[in-house]
């Protein structure tokens, strides 16, 4: 980060609601993704305001730390790793493909995810603050067991071959086991599948590039905003508000404009001029 820039660490760490931690640890990464994931939100606006997305680490500061604007994976944790990495974490890009409801696997550089190492000894830790409703904390990459999180049951297993249904009958297709990648699972359902070989930002323009402009894709079809609270989430889709409160879901109807914008001030801090405009009909957008 340039020091002359209104996005220095400590601007970046108000934003996020966060104190500079005394050493890259565990316990300071754990905190930083907790105050990240519900000050910043998940969102694609830009997509439905006909604002550009560019994959620099300028750009996604300007964005995220002096805009105060959110984003979507590969802004919000290309702009995480930064931080991180000027705090003394060694921080690794990772691509994933998101697993579908119809259990069909995304395109490359579907997900933008960090491998973050720590100089306690710990890890290395699984970070991500651009999923949507995933897990609360870090999770531990080489850890192959359950991993209890106020937000689930998470795992993380060997992926298995295309054609291998599950890890019983796995070994009748030979090595299952591609390029080491792994599957991230929430209470017992995929949610990504995840490639360990180091990327770059500039890898994931192509991802992002699809993700912005695709038809197929569930971002261009709604404008959605999300954020982690304390004890659920919030999440402003369309014209509707939608709260989760230990589990208990409520719907709140926003009728004007000025209702809208209104719920995108007050509950995510975005100060919009106009509405987004939905580029085209279909479902609420995606994790990504």
Known sequence: MDPQLPHTVDSYLARIGATRPGRADAAALRELQLCHLTSVPFE??????????????QALLDKIVSGRRGGFCYELNGAFAALLRELGFGVTLLQARVHGDDG?????????????ETDDGTGPWLVDVGFGDHAQHPLALDDRTDQEDPRGTFRIRRALAENAENAENAEAYGDAEAYGDLDVLRDGAPQFRLDPRPRVLADFRAGAWYHRTSPDSGFTRAPVCSRFTASGRITLSGRKLVTTVGGERNETPLGSDDEVLAGYREH?????????????AGASAPNG
């Open 104 to 116: 069909k696997l995304g395109i490359p550089y579907d997900h933008l995810a960090l491998r973050v």
């Open 268 to 280: 995510f801090g975005l100060r919009l001029d106009r509405l987004p405009t939905v580029r085209g």
């Open 44 to 57: 694609n606006l830009s997509i439905h305001l006909g604002e550009d997305i560019v994959l620099e680490e």
